[in-house]
């Protein structure tokens, strides 16, 4: 954004047999899981958060999806992407879904701390969401993913998904964030970060370009009023493409512009819109970059052409399709 406008800101400113032997403590109590928090994902009960934050470990056979058989699509109980398909599940009487694949890029593998294991966290939201054994003979892929009922929801294959998400970064969020706004069949547009290396930084720092991180909008949508081609045709219209590192005025690489898929899916459709940009003589600059964590941005940067009245000053919709 520009360096006067920001200058106004700154007043308010286990599978295997030796889990059996663990000991972790599995909390209980009320919580008010469902209910979507402040950043868009969902508030967990205490026993969610033991496993899902705090990398604990449920009962073995007490979850509900230990022999759950229906088909459908297993995602992450805190961000919902999408992780897990019901086809890749098999029973590895182990007390413990078990899947021998999952959606491309959905799950990173990490060191456990524990020093012999191998975690499975999601790439979206870095929830904790089980463990991944190599060389048990289960299936022909010989892997499992050894997940929590506790990490996941599941979407059955009849039940039409009503939203989807998509994350564009095109330089300044305020005016990306203007153009979605006024999209019919958009529920929310947040401006925030993503894609840098540190955890809930602040605007100040984003603006050091030393995070990382690019300014984006994370954009709910109604699947029935839009969809995401629609939403990608508009990215590529309200920002100009050609541009490195900056968009207008603003300057550094927090305003490059970029597609923060979050499936293969979103992926492709951006794809072939560059590809039909290109063709059209444009030079396309735009990064494709799996999603990872999204983190809002502070309260007093959101809506803020609503609140202020006036236009983008660095954002104008220009016809390429």
């Known amino acids: 954004m520009a360096k006067e406008q920001k200058n106004l800101l700154k007043p308010m400113i286990i599978g295997s047999a030796g889990i059996l032997l663990l000991a972790i403590a599995f909390a209980s109590g009320p919580g008010s899981a469902g ?4 950043d868009g994902k969902k508030m967990l009960t205490n026993n969610e958060k033991n496993v899902i934050e705090n990398k604990g470990t449920e009962p073995p056979f007490s979850g509900e999806y230990v022999h759950h058989k229906e088909d459908g699509t297993y995602s992450c109980k805190r961000c919902g992407a999408e992780l897990f398909r019901s086809e890749d599940k098999f029973d590895s009487r ?3 879904p078990s899947f021998d694949d999952a959606i491309e890029g959905s799950v990173k593998m990490i060191p456990d701390p524990d020093g012999a294991r191998t975690e499975i966290i999601c790439s979206s939201c870095d929830a904790h969401l089980g463990h991944t054994f190599e060389g048990e003979g289960f299936t ?6 050894c997940v929590n009922s506790v990490s996941l929801d599941f979407v059955p294959k009849t039940h039409a998904r009503q939203t989807d998400r998509a994350i564009f970064a095109g330089g300044c969020y305020w005016g990306v964030e203007y153009y979605f706004s006024e999209k019919p069949g958009v529920i929310s547009v947040t401006s925030g970060f993503i894609g840098g290396h540190v955890d809930n930084p602040t605007y100040e720092q984003v603006c050091s370009g030393k995070t990382g991180h690019a300014e984006a909008v994370e954009i709910v949508f109604d699947v029935s009023k839009t969809n995401y081609e629609e939403l990608a045709r508009l990215f ?5 493409p050609t541009q490195i590192d900056r968009q207008g005025p603003d300057i550094g690489d927090q305003y490059r512009s970029a597609v923060f898929f979050l499936d293969d899916e979103q992926r492709e459709i951006a794809q072939k819109l560059v590809a039909d940009l290109e063709r059209k003589g444009f030079d396309i600059v735009t990064q494709m970059v799996r999603a990872g964590q999204f983190w809002p941005g502070p309260d007093y940067h959101q809506d803020y052409y609503e609140r202020s009245g006036k236009r983008p000053y660095c954002h104008a919709r220009v016809k390429r399709f």
């Open 236 to 240: 590529f219209e309200i920002h100009d």
């Open 140 to 145: 022909d892929r010989n892997l499992r993913h």
């Open 94 to 96: 182990s007390g413990w």
């Open 35 to 38: 209910k979507p928090g402040n």
